[in-house]
């Protein structure tokens, strides 16, 4: 199931738009989406190989605190570069995770077109109120260039005339820019003065550069009367012309050029040279002098705006022209007995106020206002208000444009926007939310807002082709039909297909558009006058339809509002997908919930149950125990209260152990009876049933149980009986205080299991108390059995005893009697009392005829009195008037026979003896009397002792002879077998070898004269035949002749060493001299180093140890020569392992790397003459050396310092057998830690006789 899941959300995240990445804390990729591609370019493999998000994405997109505070980031707008090198703008939501393998999960979307959209969108309205503005500056502009122009020319025609003459004057003498050109032709500039450009704009190399450039930028109105007057200026001279020529901002400038033809004496013409003076100004003002009035005119009259007068006062229409007319559908006379307060519908004081601003700040713009035609209809205008000067008196001009096109651009432009703006609104609800309900709520509101119809529906097919509105956005007079179940066999049987194909129906009048009768009462029965119909279509099936209705009148339904339904029926298509695809995987992640939720109780369980179960292991403390279990149950449950209740034997009961709330009602060590509960529900708990209520006042309980429960507060509870084996010991109750509750089956599940396990600890708790008991019971036991035990004196044991009894039991006196069957009485022959003042038994003498105590005691009954007024005989009675109260007596017995008894009393009256005293004072009777017989078999042991231990020490003598003797018996055997061993292996090889060392010195002889003869050979016949070439290459002649004497050589070698060993060996082993026999002791350490030569060599772990021999002058020594080899073998290998042992310490005390020592590893053996009877072997290593303890054991046998099975710590023992014993010599060890070992061998020359 979890599989499938899981491949569901991989093809739902295949088919999603969105790109989901999932990454750990530290930006590293767990998961990516396939369609990683359609944004990025890269495919998914590329991506993981980018290995962080930051490369992706360019950098981090979230901020860590917030992210950490809120868990989600959204919106972020984010732009990237995709592979291909595009950019993208990506809007991606940012969310903490927990997903395994993941913690951040990114939800990417491409969003550059929709960007791109709004961008152009919003340019082009800014560009619409810009060219609006433009317009309108500009109409106020040249309106106050109008006003400005009317008020400078009475001025300017004054000062014209009076400054005529001054003012030509003044152009004459001011700077002129002056050029030449050529004659004929087009008349090319070749000079121009630098002063053009502030007269023209143009720089003079531009004149010069096109020979054009002054021809093409006169106007082309001028054009032909300047190139006549320029022929003239060939027959005159001399010529003067004025024209429009193009100044480089594109405005044309009037220019006055003076031009004078150049000749030179012969009459010839050189080139034409002249002036451009810019009349501009000058020629304005002559235009402006001689047209103002017909200028005023016309441009009152030609502009499109209407402009119109007013006077301030009576605001009279004064003049108005014929735009103003024709936008109002007035004549001029019938405007002009018309007011202000006539065309602007606004109230007096609007007008005033106006009024008082335009004169107030000389100008008033009004951006939009409504004027009233003559027809009564409104029309939109924009004015630009003004004061002037008209006929001597100031009037308020106005200038007033028609906007009605403005106005349903903006419109149109609004309704634009507003589409856009509802769809992309419902595309980002869709893509935020997956609650179908509430987007498809979302959309008809926000049509039925948009269109401004009465009803916006969803209509759902179903498969018989009838249909429900799912949802509804209705107008409050209109009948609301959400929910309506709706059945048109009309519309199943003509129009489903249709719609399935993608057809939109908008009916303007359902009575004019053709339907069948049946669809139109239909449409009538819900109040439809005109609607719009739109599919929504799923995977090519027809889920639905999107209806706009009409129900006030009919409506003719715009191509935008048809085109605003199409995409909103596509994305609701969409959303639907989406909420069905969520549905499903919410289904599925529902159904995995359930199961976590049931794996994570079971676990909860499974974990409080262990806990409990380890408690109860690793305590033995049932009230510890038991709290643990509350608190953890009423943290897990969430109860109020949690309690342990404990019966007593009549069944009433303390709670023992509770949990409870701050704000509950503590109840613990409450003692409760509750007689409803010891009649009805005892044997119910005892059989093991659990009771569940989820209301006590709905459960049918007994009144006096309700009420008992009422006043605990308690309104539901969960009680499991804690059984010891088949007893009903107690409850383990849940309560919930304040309100009802239902209790889950894990929940009764989880209480049983931990009462299973409480009444475990129960049990556990008891016997622990009992081995606790018998615990303390054995150690006063211990203590007496101690104390008694520590003296084997009568007298001793007797007053150690009373005391110790009278200490641990507390008792007022202790006592001993012992029984005398030969005077038949009973005597008390030790005591202890509690206090100083009691009096004193001690000697005191019982008669044992007539005694029926006695006569029990004999019987080794135990008896426990716990009053002594219960006496009838008179011997006893007359004891317990002397020590009345409670007594106990225990007979103290060996076997059958009765010593006497130990006795307790209570002086304090009657007193009930407990089993565990008598218990105690039994067993400390039966300790009392092994202490008896033990010191009465103590004398008889002493002697008994003596005799045994000088037995063993000649035993033991004995044994170490024994040992000693059959070790060497052992090791003589095994030198003696190692012996023969050798020398038979020598003998073996002695021969062969010697046939090899003979013959080898013959073998090179041959060789040599063999090798001759090649030679003389090769001398006398230098040029071989091919064959015998060939074989001496194949041979390599040369080489053989080289390496056969060396080879010989080294054989000759190699057998001479082994003849060197096999004397050794033979020397060594010494087998036929087992008697004492005069021997040369050198060889026979120089053979023992031959033997030991590869273990003296170098080693991957150590150098090689260096022998230095300092040999004296030593005579025959007569000895056991393979006994003395045998030591000189001992010696040396213990040096050996010394060095050996050292050398593997520094190894791993250097992990592994081998220094060089400092000075080498060497074993030094010297030998002198110390008399004319004696020698002396000092064999010497520079090991590690020995400690003094390990000295003074050095030669007892089985002593070693080497690991087990490296040595059997024999060799030392031995060789001090063979020096000492059998040579009469002397062995001895000389060492200090550190510094290496000599052990040193004094021999006498000749045995002594």
Same mark, same amino acid.
Request: aromatic share 6%; proline share 3%.
């Given at each position: 199931m979890l599989g499938e899941s899981e491949t569901l959300h991989q093809n739902i995240l295949s088919t999603i738009s969105d790109t989901v990445l999932i990454t750990n804390n530290s930006g590293e990729f767990t998961f990516i989406s396939p369609n990683v591609n359609v944004i990025f370019g890269y495919s998914w493999e590329e991506v993981y190989k980018l290995g962080n998000i930051t490369q992706l994405l360019g950098k981090l997109v979230w901020d860590g605190q917030e992210l950490e505070t809120c868990g989600e980031i959204r919106n972020i707008e984010q732009k990237i570069i995709d592979k291909a090198g595009q950019e993208h703008i990506l809007l991606i939501n940012v969310k903490c995770v927990a997903i395994e393998g993941g913690t951040l999960l990114y939800s990417c979307r491409d969003i550059t077109e929709r960007k791109q959209t709004e961008d152009e969108l919003r340019i082009c309205r800014h560009c619409l109120e810009t060219r609006v503005a433009e317009r309108t500056v500009d109409l106020v502009k040249a309106n106050e260039q109008l006003q400005h122009e009317i008020a400078e020319r009475h001025r300017i025609e004054v000062a014209l005339r009076v400054t005529q003459t001054r003012l030509q004057h003044l152009l004459d003498a001011n700077p002129i820019s002056i050029y030449s050109c050529k004659v004929g032709g087009d008349y090319g500039a070749t000079f121009v003065s630098e002063n053009v450009t502030a007269q023209l704009g143009y720089y003079p190399e531009e004149f010069l550069a096109d020979s054009r450039f002054w021809a093409d930028r006169i106007h082309p109105e001028d054009a032909s009367q300047v190139f006549a007057q320029l022929q003239d200026l060939l027959a005159k001279g001399y010529q003067t012309i004025e024209y429009r020529f193009r100044h480089k901002d594109g405005s044309y400038r009037w220019m006055h050029d003076e031009l004078k033809l150049v000749a030179d004496v012969a009459g010839q013409e050189l080139e034409i040279v002249g002036s451009w003076q810019d009349?501009?100004?000058?020629?304005?003002?002559?235009?402006? +002098?001689?047209?103002?009035?017909?200028?005023?005119?016309?441009?009152?009259?030609?502009?499109?705006?209407?402009?119109?007068?007013?006077?301030?006062?009576?605001?009279?229409?004064? =003049?108005?022209?014929?735009?103003?007319?024709?936008? %109002?559908?007035?004549?001029?006379?019938?405007?002009?007995? +018309?007011?202000?307060?006539?065309?602007?519908?606004?109230? *007096? $004081?609007?007008?005033?106020?106006?009024? $008082?601003?335009?004169?107030?700040?000389?100008?008033?713009? %009004?951006?939009?206002?409504?004027?009233?035609?003559?027809?009564?209809?409104?029309?939109?205008?924009?004015?630009s208000i003004s004061p002037i000067s008209y006929r001597g008196r100031q009037v308020l001009c106005s200038v007033v444009r028609d906007i009605t096109q403005r106005?349903?651009?903006?419109?149109?432009? @609004?309704?634009?926007?507003?589409?856009?703006?509802?769809?992309?609104?419902?595309?980002?609800?869709i893509h935020q939310s997956l609650n179908l309900e509430e987007i498809l709520n979302t959309t008809v509101a926000e049509v039925r807002h948009c269109l401004g119809c009465d009803r916006v529906i969803i209509f759902r097919l179903h498969d018989d082709g009838s249909g429900t509105v799912v949802v509804e956005s209705v107008s409050a007079e209109w009948m609301p039909i959400s929910g309506t179940i709706?059945?048109?066999?009309?519309?199943?049987?003509?129009?489903?297909?249709?719609?399935?194909?993608?057809?939109?129906?908008?009916?303007?009048?359902?009575?004019?558009?053709?339907?069948?009768?049946?669809?139109?009462?239909?449409?009538?029965?819900?109040?439809?006058?005109?609607?719009?119909?739109?599919?929504?279509v799923q995977e090519e099936e027809l889920w639905g339809l999107l209806v706009a209705q009409q129900c006030r009148d009919t409506r003719l339904w715009q191509v935008w509002e048809i085109d605003l339904l199409k995409s909103l029926a596509t994305h609701a298509a969409i959303a639907i997908h989406q909420s069905e695809l969520y549905q499903q995987a919410q289904i599925e992640i529902h159904q995995r919930q359930q199961v976590e939720i049931a794996l994570r109780q079971q676990f909860q369980q499974e974990r409080l149950v262990g806990a409990i179960a380890g408690r109860i292991r690793q305590s033995l403390n049932l009230e510890e125990i038991l709290k643990a279990t509350t608190g953890e149950v009423r943290q897990v449950l969430g109860t109020d209260r949690v309690i342990v209740f404990r019966f007593q034997p009549d069944w009433s009961g303390n709670v023992v152990v509770e949990s409870v709330s701050d704000t509950g009602l503590s109840i613990i060590d409450r003692n409760i009876y509750d007689p409803c509960f010891e009649k009805s529900y005892i044997l119910p708990y005892q059989q093991g049933r659990v009771k569940a209520i989820e209301d006590i006042y709905r459960a049918n309980l007994n009144q006096c149980h309700l009420d008992l429960l009422a006043k605990f507060n308690v309104r539901a509870n969960l009680v499991v009986p804690l059984l010891k084996g088949e007893q009903l010991w107690g409850l383990l109750i849940a309560h919930q205080c304040h309100e009802p509750r239902q209790w889950q089956q894990w929940e009764i599940d989880l209480l049983c299991a931990l009462a299973s396990q409480v009444a475990i600890a129960i049990q556990q708790s008891q016997l622990y108390e009992q081995a606790k008991s018998h615990l303390l019971?054995?150690?006063?036991?211990?203590?007496?059995? *101690?104390?008694?035990?520590?003296?084997?004196?009568?007298?001793?044991?007797?007053?150690?005893?009373?005391?110790?009894?009278?200490?641990?039991? @507390?008792?007022?006196?202790?006592?001993?009697?012992?029984?005398?069957?030969? @005077?038949?009485?009973?005597?008390?022959?030790?005591?202890?009392?509690?206090? /100083?003042?009691?009096?004193?038994?001690?000697?005191?003498?019982?008669?044992?005829?007539?005694?029926?105590?006695?006569?029990?005691?004999?019987?080794?009954?135990?008896?426990?009195?716990?009053d002594t007024n219960c006496f009838e005989d008179e011997i006893n009675l007359s004891v317990a008037q002397k020590f009345p109260g409670a007594w106990l007596l225990v007979p103290l017995h060996f076997g059958s026979s009765v010593w006497g008894a130990l006795g307790l009393v209570m002086d304090t009256g009657p007193y009930h003896w407990q089993d565990l005293e008598v218990d105690l004072m039994c067993e400390v009777a039966d300790q009392l009397a092994i202490a008896l017989q033990q010191a009465e078999l103590y004398k008889h042991s002493r002697t008994a002792e003596a005799k045994a231990l000088t037995q063993a020490q000649q035993l033991e003598q004995a044994l170490e002879k024994l040992q000693k003797t059959q070790t060497h018996l052992v090791q003589s055997e095994k030198m003696s077998s190692l012996g023969q061993l050798v020398a038979g292996v020598a003998h073996e090889i002695n021969n062969p070898v010697s046939f090899i060392y003979g013959n080898v010195t013959h073998a090179s002889e041959y060789t040599a004269d063999l090798l001759s003869l090649i030679k003389l050979y090769q001398q006398q016949y230098p040029h071989p035949t091919p064959d015998i070439q060939a074989a001496m290459e194949t041979i390599e002649l040369d080489f053989l002749v080289e390496d056969l004497p060396k080879l010989l050589n080294s054989m000759k070698v190699g057998a001479e060493r082994?003849?060197?060993?096999?004397?050794?060996?033979?020397?060594? /082993?010494?087998?036929?001299?087992?008697?004492?026999?005069?021997?040369?002791?050198? =060889?026979?350490?120089?053979?023992? +180093?031959?033997?030991?030569?590869?273990?003296?060599?170098?080693?991957?772990?150590?150098?090689?140890?260096?022998?230095?021999?300092?040999?004296?002058?030593?005579?025959?020594?007569?000895?056991?020569?393979? @006994?003395?080899?045998?030591?000189?073998?001992? %010696?040396?290998?213990?040096?050996?392992?010394?060095?050996?042992?050292?050398?593997?310490?520094?190894?791993?005390? /250097?992990?592994?790397?081998?220094?060089?020592?400092?000075?080498?590893?060497?074993?030094?053996?010297?030998?002198?003459?110390?008399?004319?009877?004696?020698?002396?072997?000092?064999?010497?290593?520079?090991?590690?050396g020995m400690t003094l303890q390990i000295q003074q054991q050095l030669f007892d046998p089985f002593f070693t310092t080497k690991p087990v099975g490296n040595g059997t710590g024999l060799g030392l023992s031995i060789s001090y057998q063979i020096v000492v014993e059998k040579h009469r010599g002397q062995i001895q060890c000389h060492s200090q830690l550190g510094q290496g070992a000599e052990f040193v061998i004094q021999i006498p020359l000749k045995p002594e006789s």
């Open positions: 009349i501009t100004d000058r020629k304005l003002s002559e235009e402006n +002098l001689r047209e103002s009035e017909e200028l005023y005119r016309a441009v009152v009259e030609q502009t499109a705006d209407g402009i119109y007068l007013v006077d301030t006062v009576t605001r009279q229409i004064l =003049e108005a022209n014929s735009a103003y007319l024709n936008l %109002l559908g007035y004549k001029s006379q019938e405007i002009l007995q +018309l007011t202000l307060d006539d065309i602007v519908p606004v109230s *007096q $004081e609007i007008l005033a106020a106006w009024m $008082e601003q335009v004169l107030t700040n000389k100008h008033l713009y %009004l951006r939009e206002v409504k004027h009233l035609r003559q027809d009564g209809s409104l029309v939109n205008v924009s004015v106005k349903q651009a903006e419109d149109s432009l @609004q309704t634009q926007f507003l589409k856009q703006r509802l769809v992309g609104a419902i595309a980002r609800r709706i059945h048109d066999c009309h519309f199943a049987e003509n129009y489903i297909q249709l719609y399935q194909q993608g057809r939109i129906q908008a009916i303007e009048d359902i009575y004019a558009a053709g339907l069948a009768q049946c669809h139109i009462e239909l449409l009538a029965q819900f109040q439809v006058r005109a609607n719009l119909v739109v599919p929504i019971r054995e150690q006063a036991l211990n203590q007496v059995t *101690q104390a008694i035990r520590s003296s084997l004196d009568l007298n001793t044991i007797f007053s150690t005893a009373t005391r110790k009894i009278g200490e641990l039991l @507390q008792v007022d006196r202790a006592q001993i009697l012992q029984y005398l069957p030969e @005077q038949k009485l009973w005597v008390n022959v030790a005591e202890s009392c509690k206090y /100083s003042c009691y009096p004193r038994a001690i000697g005191l003498a019982i008669p044992d005829k007539n005694n029926p105590i006695a006569q029990r005691l004999k019987q080794l009954e135990v008896l426990r009195i716990d082994i003849c060197e060993i096999v004397r050794s060996l033979r020397n060594f /082993s010494r087998v036929c001299e087992a008697e004492i026999k005069a021997v040369d002791i050198h =060889e026979g350490i120089d053979s023992t +180093l031959m033997i030991l030569q590869n273990r003296l060599r170098a080693k991957s772990d150590r150098p090689e140890i260096q022998v230095i021999k300092e040999y004296g002058n030593l005579p025959p020594v007569e000895c056991y020569a393979g @006994q003395l080899n045998q030591v000189f073998m001992n %010696l040396l290998v213990n040096a050996i392992d010394a060095i050996d042992d050292q050398y593997q310490e520094q190894l791993s005390c /250097s992990n592994g790397l081998v220094h060089s020592p400092a000075s080498p590893s060497t074993i030094r053996i010297i030998t002198e003459l110390l008399s004319d009877r004696e020698v002396a072997i000092r064999i010497a290593d520079n090991g590690p």
